[in-house]
């Protein structure tokens, strides 16, 4: 069968993959979930929307005839990610998932961890600070709960309306970022804590190491668990496994 890939996006290793599929010339499909209004520069033909869960995904990959895919989403985006396991498992295409290792915690890092959104939102239940808010722009409801912090945000997108939290300062800019500069961002906002999903990758690690040399604690949010499946960290791995053909269906 001819290769016609379809490439779970909205990371910036999807956006490298799709770069070294198109310049190798093999057909293939970005999708995007839609959470963005700007896409980055596209190197392919790209789609957007969700499939209507596992067995929408399924109905297009056969009606699509796609031949591998590639789940290069987000380490949070996990219902995706579950999807894409049950609908390769169904339809036998084979998956790969070009993912992140977690960030550990090294010394002078001040982190403390917590297994999710809920339990981060938690934590903040204390009195004022400043806080950079690092969770995307889905969970902000979430953090109503602590309206007495300053809260800092980086969104992708400028906020079309009001947003949730009563005190807030909003910087707009896509990654990656740098630690110096995120250091300097930190300073003028006269920031005492970061929150964080635990991402992985270099482009948002930039606020962490920011914020080990500034002293700062970082409020760390555990990755929800994945499900099984075959899972490499470069776009080189991926490229190796289409040629040699991802037989591993499914898995
Ligand atoms: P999610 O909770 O795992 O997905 C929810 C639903 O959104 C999925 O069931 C699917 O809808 C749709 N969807 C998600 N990713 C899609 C994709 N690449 N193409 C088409 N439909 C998609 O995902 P999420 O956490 O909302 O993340 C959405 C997107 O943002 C992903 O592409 C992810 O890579 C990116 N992103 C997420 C985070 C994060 O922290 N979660 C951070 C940076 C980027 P159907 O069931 O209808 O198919």
């Not at 995904?57 to 056969?62: F, V």
């Not at 609908?87 to 977690?102: D, E």
């Amino acid at each position: 069968m001819a290769q016609n890939l379809l490439i779970l996006a909205g990371t910036t290793e999807a956006t490298a993959l799709a770069r070294a599929v198109a310049a190798r010339g093999i057909p293939a499909t970005l999708s995007y979930a839609g959470r963005v209004e700007r896409l980055p520069p596209q190197s392919l033909p790209h789609r957007v929307g969700g499939f209507g869960g596992a067995e929408g995904l399924a109905r297009y990959l056969s009606d699509a005839a796609i031949s591998h895919v590639i789940d290069a989403t987000h380490p949070f985006a996990v219902q995706m990610s579950r999807n894409a396991v049950s609908a390769c498992a169904s339809t036998g295409v084979p998956l790969i998932a070009l993912t992140r290792p977690a960030w550990r915690e090294e010394q002078g890092d001040r982190w403390h961890r917590v297994p999710d959104i809920a339990a981060a939102v938690a934590a903040l239940d204390r009195p004022r600070l400043q806080v950079m808010l690092a969770v995307g722009r889905m969970h902000l409801q979430e953090f109503a709960a602590n309206p007495q912090h300053r809260y800092l945000l980086r969104l992708v997108d400028p906020p079309g309306g009001a947003l949730p939290l009563p005190d807030v300062q909003v910087v707009v800019d896509r990654g990656p970022f740098r630690s110096e500069a995120d250091r300097r961002l930190m300073l003028v906002h006269g920031i005492q804590m970061v929150v964080s999903k635990n991402s992985g990758g270099s482009g948002a690690y930039a606020k962490i190491e920011a914020a080990q040399s500034l002293g700062l604690p970082v409020l760390m949010i555990d990755r929800p668990v994945q499900p099984s499946r075959h899972e490499v960290f470069d776009v080189a791995a991926v490229l190796d496994w289409l040629g040699h053909s991802g037989t591993d269906r499914g898995v």
